[in-house]
Nanobody, 124 residues
Framework: QVQLVESGGGLVQAGGSVRLSCVAS????????MGWFRQAPGKERAFVAA???????DYADSVKGRFTISRDNAKNTVYLQMNSLKPEDAGVYYC??????????????????WGQGTQVTVSS
């Protein structure tokens, strides 16, 4: 069982930056693929970014060049650095983990474990 706890959300102005963190429990974090998804009000949860156990990354087209996903296996933590934020980036951001997910499947939402989410609000 893996528990995920996100933090770092809040209110930020358009054009600003914020870094989300997701801390995972368990001793096999380094073997997990990690993903970030977001859900805006009235919309379905959507893929944002993912990082494989080996460090490969994938990004939604809407965030490429602005967001960076990274991981620190020593701290059991995955990060999402979000720069040049836009109002459409607002939503609840969820961290997800999966033990057997190749990067080519990173955008699928059927991850094994999910965090509770952290709210990001972007003011225009």
């Amino acid at each position: 069982q893996v528990q995920l706890v996100e933090s770092g959300g809040g209110l930020v102005q358009a054009g600003g930056s914020v870094r989300l963190s997701c801390v995972a429990s368990g001793r096999t974090f380094s073997a997990y693929a990690m993903g970030w998804f977001r859900q805006a009000p009235g919309k379905e949860r959507a893929f944002v970014a993912a990082i494989s156990w080996s460090g490969g990354t994938d990004y939604a087209d809407s965030v490429k060049g602005r967001f960076t996903i990274s991981r620190d296996n020593a701290k059991n933590t995955v990060y999402l650095q979000m720069n040049s934020l836009k109002p459409e980036d607002a939503g609840v951001y969820y961290c997800a983990a999966d033990a057997d997910r190749p990067l080519e499947h990173a955008r699928r939402s059927d991850y094994d474990y999910w965090g509770q989410g952290t709210q990001v609000t972007v003011s225009s």
